[in-house]
């Protein structure tokens, strides 16, 4: 059973614009999400973070959005960058902080110029 | 530079040949983890060590093991590797644990080809 989900595989985005990813999850017990980015060739470089507390959580072009009833949360790149173009993977974890994080299979990010 | 290294970053072998692929930070983490990433699979942990010692199971581990003889080092074992074992792997730590404002780092990948 898949915890948590990001349901795009992929996502094309003209240079400028707004990118939207998204992540559901099942598992009511998860307390801190996280995004994660990956570039070919390289690892997974962590990009965003919430906790469960809040709602939304800023970072320069990054915003990460949190709905706790929905169990749903979204990354949102504003302006978007052929540079941002990359494969984003959603994580969950519980508030131990013992208890592996959970990824989702990711969305590949393309920024058109 | 913190970071974390993974050697070698690319091997092509022969079914039940075994093979080691090392793990090493430099950044004083307790919190060492093995994933796999396979297309249309994402990342699936294999095995994960909450310090020396001390390792468990994670989603995937069927076929590997692991050791954690030291803080830094975490290598991953493929005893009698097989086809289905051909992957892109990754290592990554984190400081004490997997929470949201503890992040793992990762290192950049060991792409292994089981003929």
């Known amino acids: 059973d898949q915890q948590v989900k990001q349901n795009s595989p992929s996502l094309s985005v003209q240079e400028g614009r707004i990118s939207i990813l998204n992540c559901d999850y099942t598992n009511s017990m998860f307390d801190y999400f996280l995004w994660y980015k990956k570039y070919p060739a390289e690892g997974p470089t962590f990009l965003i973070s919430?906790?469960?507390?809040?709602d939304k959580n800023e970072d320069g072009r990054f915003t990460v959005f949190l709905n706790k009833s929905a169990k749903h949360l979204s990354l949102h790149i504003v302006p978007s960058q052929p540079g941002d173009s990359a494969v984003y993977f959603c994580a969950a974890s519980d508030d131990s902080g013992n208890t592996p994080l959970v990824f989702g299979k990711g969305t590949r990010l393309s920024v058109i110029a | 530079e913190a970071q974390v290294t993974q050697n070698p970053r690319y091997l092509i072998t022969v079914t039940g040949k075994k093979l080691t692929v090392t793990c090493s930070q430099n950044m004083n983490h307790e919190y060492m983890s093995w994933y796999r990433q396979d297309p249309g699979l994402g990342l699936r942990q294999i095995y994960y060590?909450?310090?020396?010692?001390?390792?468990d199971k994670g989603d995937v581990p069927e076929g590997y093991k692991v050791s954690r003889k030291e803080k830094r080092n975490f290598p991953l074992i493929l005893e009698s590797p097989s086809p289905n074992q051909t992957s892109l792997y990754f290592c990554?730590?984190?400081?004490?644990?997997?929470?949201?404002?503890?992040?793992?780092?990762f290192g950049d990948g060991t792409r292994l080809s089981i003929l």
């Open positions: 919430i906790s469960s507390i809040k």
């Open positions: 990554a730590s984190s400081l004490r644990g997997y929470r949201g404002d503890q992040p793992q780092h």
């Open positions: 060590s909450m310090n020396v010692e001390v390792t």
